[in-house]
T-cell receptor, first 116, second 111 residues
Framework: DSGVTQTPKHLITATGQRVTLRCSPRSGDLSVYWYQQSLDQGLQFLIQYYNGEERAKGNILERFSAQQFPDLHSELNLSSLELGDSALYFC???????????????FGPGTRLTVL | GENVEQHPSTLSVQEGDSAVIKCTYSDSASNYFPWYKQELGKRPQLIIDIRSNVGEKKDQRIAVTLNKTAKHFSLHITETQPEDSAVYFCAATGSNYQLIWGAGTKLIIKP
């Protein structure tokens, strides 16, 4: 157990809908990262938040957005869902992730999203 | 742009033999190189990492070597066991404190 939690574990929805995925980082970690992993694919970095502020953006679609709250938990919002958005969505956390380039990322168990 | 190339994409070895996975990175400023193991349907888990001030690091059957001149690093697993079967990802730090990930290597341990 990495100490990072994600809810829900599974989510099944229809095209065009909107969903929210939630992530709680390890105690004391200030950075949260979101990744998308499609079937048998690698990890696609979406976005990073550090202490409530957006820190870096990767290949995140405009239909997707995220935020990090004062208690440091984060939510990833996916809207106008398409079949191709079906994937495992992981969040990871690290202690800092902003002042150092050598921060270990700890992954949550993931949310499996299925869009029908 | 920044990228990390990982080879091979699939590696099949006999149980008890060694396995080597190689990664090449493009950013000469990269200074942190973690390796993650992901079992089917599970989260990626850090198995070993190396920082640019060392050339090699070992942890029991796992070792990582780093060649900064050539900009490549490798994961070595000795005496492979069935539980080593998984997908392995390498990564290297990029210009914005981000990790640049390799595409993954599926390691198959044959009994």
């Amino acid at each position: 157990d990495s100490g990072v939690t994600q809810t829900p574990k599974h989510l099944i929805t229809a095209t065009g809908q909107r969903v929210t995925l939630r992530c709680s980082p390890r105690s004391g970690d200030l950075s949260v990262y979101w990744y998308q992993q499609s079937l048998d694919q690698g990890l696609q970095f979406l976005i990073q938040y550090y202490n409530g502020e957006e820190r870096a953006k990767g290949n995140i679609l405009e239909r997707f957005s995220a935020q990090q709250f004062p208690d440091l938990h984060s939510e990833l919002n996916l809207s106008s869902l398409e079949l191709g958005d079906s994937a495992l969505y992981f969040c990871a956390s690290s202690v800092r992730g902003a002042e150092t380039t050598r921060d270990t990322q700890y992954f949550g168990p993931g949310t499996r999203l299925t869009v029908l | 742009g920044e990228n990390v190339e990982q080879h091979p994409s699939t590696l099949s070895v006999q149980e008890g033999d060694s396995a080597v996975i190689k990664c090449t990175y493009s950013d000469s400023a990269s200074n942190y190189f973690p390796w993650y193991k992901q079992e089917l349907g599970k989260r990626p888990q850090l198995i070993i990492d190396i920082r640019s001030n060392v050339g090699e690091k070992k942890d029991q059957r796992i070792a990582v070597t780093l060649n900064k001149t050539a900009k490549h690093f490798s994961l070595h697993i000795t005496e492979t066991q069935p539980e080593d079967s998984a997908v392995y990802f390498c990564a290297a730090t990029g210009s914005n404190y981000q990790l640049i990930w390799g595409a993954g290597t599926k390691l198959i341990i044959k009994p």
